[in-house]
């Protein structure tokens, strides 16, 4: 088109196409830029699959306010027990993965629950992203004091003697303890016979009567009875002794290399939440769990201090949900 001495050319389609599509590009990536800058500009919402005044509280909600504090934002502590977890699960899981909402992650949710049940509502490993653990709380082998063994290696050999005569209690069939049990009998090869309570705490009081002879229980549940010498433990299913139970060894320093069980918590997101949001989180994460008020609670709770990568958190529980679930098919306990 000439107009006077001058000539207007109309840009051609595709070339206004792509001068829209790389500006809008541009401005998204200032924008993204510009938000995980910013993160978090409103409230957290951590999810606990438990109800209040219990063992993770007293521990996840310390972690949680030195957060809030690096942050510079509260975050809101939600109890939403029942279900084994998997209401808090659930939740989590269909939330919006905007980098708000979180769960606090436990073998409940994310083996157990997901391992006993038909209708879990969630895929445990494709539907979170999970960030990092806070630590590692190991599962001890507990004894009335009047057990002729002392030790894990003593047990066992007393055990190999008297098949089926040495009983285990459980707070239920399918429960951590009786899956701890289900695999030290297959590990070691011994018979035992195991005795199902409905809940831990009866259990532990048919052992501390001396009713039953053994039971595998958190290491923070067994620690008062034990500096109180109603119980002695005979061994640490971890990687390493408590610091607040020095003399008592682990499995495998007795020799056992092939066993372990221990419980752990940390933090997960809905799945799609983004990549900048996990990062930061867990470098905030990491610096609470190593701030020594926050590490020494947990050594007293009966933990081990433990922060993970968010890819070594995923295959680590990816292994778990697959290494349990082979014993229970193993042993017939099934979905119900």
Known sequence: MQVGKFRITRPRRNDMVRR?????????AVTGVHA????PTKSLRWVIP???GGGTDVIVRPIAAKASELLGQSIVYENKGGAGGIIAADTVAKAEPDGYTFLVVAPNTHIFATLLNKKV???PVKDFAMITKFDLTPNVLIAHPSFPPNTAKEMIAYARANPGKVNFASSGAGSGGHLSILLLQDTMKIDVLHVPYKGAGPAVLEVLAGRNDL??????????HFKAGKLKV?????????????DVPTFE????VDFESSNFKGLAAPAKTPRSVINKLREVLVKVVNMPDINARLIAGGSIPRTTTPEEFAEENRKEVERWGKLMRKHGILPQ
């Open 20 to 28: 829209i599509l790389m500006a809008a590009l541009a401005a998204g």
């Open 36 to 39: 995980q800058g910013n993160y």
């Open 50 to 52: 438990y109800a209040p």
């Open 121 to 123: 509502p969630y895929d």
């Open 215 to 224: 039971m595998f229980i958190n290491a923070a549940v067994a620690m008062g």
């Open 234 to 246: 005979l061994g640490f299913a971890g990687p390493k002794r408590l610091v607040t139970m020095p």
């Open 253 to 256: 320093e007795q020799g056992f």
